[in-house]
């Protein structure tokens, strides 16, 4: 069975530091893994994903994650951290080739302050 | 339609009575799924639909719920006899053919069992 583990219910940042969201994942084969984010009272947008080569993969408003498969994570970043992104983060796996079946973790709520 | 379309938006039902929530995916995709969402947490996969396979239920709280999907499009969460811990957003997505797409969200239904 598939899993996603963010360890952290809740990040604090002040704004400008660089921000980091953890993410750990259990899966048979090559996975699939996504960052998803949920602003207050809005649906779950995607961020970024990883499917295969450069490790390090960049998506929206400046966020980026990097794949590392003997650790089995894919933490979400971003250099420097702006009020306008806090709200609630997911990290998701699809088992790669065997399948599409989403999973997410529990989320991370990010909260910047000024 | 541009996006995932869930009807209604809200919906508040007596304790004991059944209920229906629609999702109308993104025209030709072929994977949709079903996720719970209580009070901001985590989502807690329910169902997934792939083409014509037979769908994942590995996730379905009990039998009281149940979920179609007609023609390979529009699906329908039905949940029998509601309890008040059914009370939760619930949240549709779909996702193109092919492996590694991601999900799109719709803005969810907020059910309030009372």
């Known amino acids: 069975a598939q899993s996603v583990a963010q360890p952290e219910d809740q990040v604090n940042v002040a704004e400008g530091n660089p921000l980091t969201v953890k993410c750990t994942y259990s899966v048979s084969g090559n996975p699939y893994l996504f960052w998803y984010v949920q602003y207050p009272n809005r649906g779950l947008q995607f961020l970024l994903k990883?499917?295969?080569?450069?490790?390090l993969v960049k998506g929206s408003y400046g966020f980026e994650a990097e794949f590392n498969k003997s650790q089995t994570s894919f933490h979400l970043k971003k250099p420097s951290a702006l009020v306008s992104d806090s709200a609630l983060y997911f990290c998701a796996v699809t088992p790669g080739a065997a399948g599409n079946k989403l999973t997410f973790g529990g989320g991370t709520r990010v909260l910047v302050k000024p | 339609g541009a996006g995932v379309s869930q009807s209604p938006s809200n919906k508040v039902t007596e304790k004991g009575k059944d209920v229906e929530l629609r999702c109308d995916p993104i025209?030709?995709?072929?994977?949709l799924y079903w996720y719970r969402q209580s009070l901001g947490q985590g989502l807690e996969f329910l169902i997934y639909f792939q083409g014509n396979s037979a769908p994942d239920k590995s996730g379905l709280p009990s039998d009281r719920f149940s979920a179609e999907r007609t023609g390979g499009s529009v699906s329908t969460l039905t949940i029998q006899r509601t309890q008040q811990e059914d009370s939760a957003v619930y949240l549709c997505?779909?996702?193109?053919?092919?492996?590694?797409?991601?999900?799109?969200f719709g803005q969810g239904t907020r059910l309030t069992v009372v």
């Open positions: 990883y499917i295969t080569g450069d490790n």
């Open positions: 025209s030709g995709h072929t994977a």
């Open positions: 997505a779909s996702s193109p053919a092919g492996w590694g797409t991601e999900a799109f």
